[in-house]
C-alpha cells in the first residue's frame, strides 16, 4: 500500500521522528517507515530528494540504509524528547547523531553555479537520504545563536500518546496540537468517552 506522509511539523527532521506514530501509547508505536521503499517515499514528500533522485535510488539495496536511518531517528528524537522534558539526552544518541552528521558532511561537495555556491552530494547512492537527513537535522538542532533558533521552537503535540514534534512558527507560541484536525479531535473524543463511564 502507498504510504503518504502526515507532514505536519514544518522540518523533515522533525517529520521524520513522527513517523515513528503513537511513539508514547501503551499498546506501543506504530512505525510507517518499514522498507526502504517507504525511506524513499517519505524523503520524496518531504522534498528532501528530488523525484527525479529518488526514481534512481529506487532499486538500491537499502535495508542497512533504512536500519541507520531509523537509528537517527531515534537519537534524535530521543535528544529532543530530552529537551522538551528537561533532562540530559544519552551520550549514545549523542554519539549516533555525531556520526551521522560527519558522514553526511563527508558525502557533501561544493559546487559552483552562476547563482552562487552550492552543497550538492559526492554520488547519488543508497545513503543519500540518511545523509540528507543527517544534515537537515544538524541544521535544526545546532542552529546559531543569532540566528532564528529553531531548536528553541520545537514543541511536542498535547496528546500524551501522540506528541508528534513540530516548529511551533505561531504568533504567540500557542500552538499544542500536532494537527488539530486529527488530534485535537481525537482527544476530545477520547475525553468525552472516559466522562461517560464515569
Ligand atoms: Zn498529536
Known amino acids: 500500500m502507498m504510504t503518504t506522509f502526515e ?9 521524520l521522528v513522527n ?20 525511506l524513499l517515499r517519505f524523503s520524496e514528500q518531504s522534498n528532501i530528494l528530488t523525484v527525479a533522485q529518488a526514481r534512481k535510488l529506487r532499486h538500491a539495496s537499502g535495508a542497512q540504509v533504512l536500519k541507520r ?15 522538551l522534558d528537561g533532562r540530559s539526552p544519552a551520550a549514545a544518541s549523542l554519539r549516533i547523531l555525531e556520526r551521522s552528521i560527519q558522514a553526511g558532511r563527508f558525502q ?33 538542532m545546532l542552529s546559531d545563536a543569532g540566528h532564528f533558533d529553531a531548536v528553541h521552537s520545537v514543541r511536542a503535540c498535547d496528546n500524551p500518546e501522540c506528541r508528534w514534534l513540530f516548529l511551533d512558527t505561531s504568533k504567540n507560541h500557542t500552538r499544542r496540537w500536532c494537527d488539530m484536525k486529527v488530534c485535537g479531535n481525537r482527544m476530545k473524543a477520547r475525553r468525552f468517552k472516559a466522562q461517560q463511564k464515569r
Open 7 to 15: 507532514l505536519i511539523a514544518g522540518h523533515p527532521a522533525l517529520d
Open 19 to 38: 513517523t515513528l506514530d503513537w511513539r508514547f501509547r501503551k499498546e506501543g508505536p506504530e512505525d510507517s517507515l518499514k522498507s526502504y521503499d517507504d
Open 69 to 83: 536511518c531509523i537509528e537517527l531517528r531515534e537519537a534524535i528524537a530521543e535528544i529532543l524528547y530530552a529537551r
Open 108 to 140: 557533501q561537495q561544493l559546487r559552483w553555479k552562476p547563482e552562487g555556491l552550492e552543497w550538492d552530494w559526492k554520488e547519488n547512492a543508497a545513503e543519500l537520504p540518511l545523509w540528507v537527513l543527517s544534515i537537515s537535522a544538524s541544521d535544526l
